[in-house]
């Protein structure tokens, strides 16, 4: 079965990579030689979840991911080493509902400092068709703070039902890390995570986590200030999963085919997205750097759009626009701006 298909249509393109293969590679954090040394061992689902892990733990964390560089998250499949190494990590951060199989090998692990970036942050429903609308953002660092990293009480209440199907009916999209400012909420319940999980060093993972959110905050202001006056406020994308920015930013995200960023679109939705392109005067069609561009070529072609990358930061790879999160998300609102007609 292809995990894929267990992913709704907006919370498509999630989650990412750009990790290393557990136990068979250290991440940037390790020492040079491999050995972790004193440091807290942790676990990252895959790249979102390793970014925040290795620039809030910083050199008191050694860090490995669960997705390799290039490899679509949602089609992740553990080794058996790999689940083991889960058992042996001290802090295990994911994201639940990108990947089922590691949702069930976490379950099963006993870690007891066990996080689900979900529970630091409100979820919403997203579908392929997503506009702007400033709701449901007051009090969501309260609902942070209130749940912290004790994720299983949280994850009962927001999570349940979500696990494989964060589908068109209902289901929560997880696309969280493409709002900076629900990033930085996460980036906040990490920090408090790791302050408890490790005492030791409290105080600099608070010092890194309020720099973490300084460069966050200021990605959110350059977002607000660059597309706020913009010819069109609609973008058309292969792979529905920027519901969250769209909505940061009063936006419109019209995605192509659902869920597979490589599904061909049918003739009738290649007629509608023709319409909105005219009526909402879109320019451009984007697709990613993990998946084919056929699908964004082919519409393209059809209704006469440009084609452009949209990054969903599923992982960072030679082909990335970027070194990691924050040059990425740099290049994505330059992508918007250009697309989009800024003024």
Not at 6 to 29: D, E, F, N, Y
Not at 31 to 48: C, E, I, M, N, R
Not at 64 to 72: A, N, Q, R, W
Not at 182 to 197: D, Q, T, W
């Amino acid at each position: 079965m292809n995990v894929r298909r267990l992913i709704p249509t907006t919370a498509v393109a999630g989650a990412v990579v750009l990790g290393l293969t557990a136990l068979s590679a250290c991440s940037t954090s390790d020492a040079a030689d491999g050995g972790d040394g004193d440091k807290l061992k942790v676990t990252a689902s895959f790249y979102p979840m390793q970014f925040l892990a290795e620039r809030i733990g910083g050199e008191h964390v050694a860090v490995t991911s669960l997705t390799k560089p290039g490899v679509e998250p949602h089609d992740l499949e553990l080794t058996p080493r790999q689940i083991g190494s889960i058992s042996e990590s001290d802090y295990v951060l994911y994201l639940k509902g990108i990947q089922p199989a590691v949702d069930d090998a976490i379950k099963q692990s006993g870690v007891k400092n066990t996080v689900d970036a979900a529970t630091l942050t409100t979820l919403e429903n997203h579908g392929a068709e997503v506009s702007g609308h400033d709701h449901g953002h007051e009090g969501e660092e309260e609902h942070a703070d209130e749940h912290g990293h004790e994720g299983e009480e949280a994850h009962e209440e927001h999570s349940e039902g979500d696990g494989h199907n964060h589908g068109e009916e209902g289901g929560a999209d997880p696309h969280i890390w493409l709002d900076p400012v629900k990033y930085a909420e996460v980036a906040k319940g990490v920090g408090k995570s790791l302050e408890k999980a490790d005492p030791d060093h409290a105080a600099d993972y608070k010092k890194n986590t309020e720099a973490l959110v300084g460069e966050l905050n200021k990605l959110n202001t350059a977002y607000e200030t660059g597309l706020k006056n913009t010819a069109t406020k609609t973008f058309i994308t292969t792979h529905s999963a920027f519901g969250y920015l769209a909505e940061r930013y009063g936006l419109t995200q019209q995605g192509i085919a659902g869920i597979d960023p490589e599904a061909e679109p049918t003739p009738a939705r290649i007629q509608e997205l023709h319409t909105v392109a005219e009526k909402e005067k879109a320019t451009t069609v984007f697709f990613e750097t993990l998946a084919s561009d056929r699908t964004a070529k082919t519409l393209a072609k059809d209704t006469g759009l440009k084609t452009d990358v949209l990054d969903p930061l599923e992982g960072i790879t030679k082909k990335s626009q970027g070194a990691d999160y924050i040059e990425v998300m740099e290049s994505n609102l330059a992508a918007l701006q250009k697309a989009l007609g800024a003024k």
